[in-house]
């Protein structure tokens, strides 16, 4: 099998350059096509020896994607890309444009084994994980099929990215390095379903990408029911968690919050929310939720505004994600979901 490039750090491309024979500094300009010139074959790169092309030809591929689908029926400007693994499996990514970003959703496992009630990822499993390779290659692939760079990035598609925590690391490390794709780290979202054990690492190690909780409930008991994840780590646990991270990266985090009609959008889940926010420096993010199955369904746009009324006056960032409702090709994991279904 061939060795795969996206994915490697400069040193390795160096350690590899080495390895097939050839100097150090090969590798150096190996890495600035890969992701700072984003050259898609070994022809491109033009100030390697002929003989050096042919050579990682024979014995190397540069890592992009399959594109099995490319969906832009959506009544919003987002585009949905499914792309085919190596081993045939598939994942998604999703590109949202607005006025000032080009934003890349991106998944960092084939489907996700922490079974939130809400999310059709979900009803996959986990079938395993990504390599940094494969997530980066979400976002090669992507400039390369938009014809542009993307400004930023969000880990909110398939899987959750802190169970993938070395590769998912690794990889946003690469994303943001000033000499190859130079997205900044603060355009670099990891949103989390709550693992507590990897928040407190993550502040730990300092690293400067944002983060988003997935928060959906500020009641514990109705938490656990949508998130089996709270009944390993509670709301508590997990609140404890953000604003250690919070204090010690002096960052805001962004509680992220699904409103699901009926289930989390009362006056008692917005006081909770406003309680939960005067606790601690954050960002309240809602989420109208689109619907992916039969089990729940989006407040009425009415609704949504009387839950943002309950919720005022904030003494925090308060944000919409708007986005039609009948969109169904706007959420997360349908269309891999889709296609995976197929494969089991
Ligand atoms: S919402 Fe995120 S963490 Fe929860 S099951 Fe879906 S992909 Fe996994």
Redesign the pocket.
Known sequence: MKKRLIGLTLQECEAFAEEIGDRKYRGRQLYKWIYAKRADSFAAMTDLPAALRDTLSEIAELGYLDVEDVDDRSTSDSVKYLFRLQDGRHIESVYIPDSSRKTLCISSQVG?G???QF?A??QLGLQRQLTAGEIIGQVLTSMRLRGHDLTNIVFMG???PFANYDEVIRAAQLLSDDNGLAIGARRIVLST?GLVDKIIRYADEGHKFRLAI?LNSPFQEQRGQL?PISRKWDVTALLEAVKYYAVKSHKVPTLEYVLLAGVNDSREHAAGLKKIVQSMPCKINLIPYNPTGALFSRPSAQHIETFIRWLLPLRAGLSVRWSKGDDAQAAC?QLAGKKEERLL
Do not use: H, K
């Open positions: 996700c922490l079974n939130c999310c990822t979900a398939m899987g959750e379903a997935s998130m994991g």
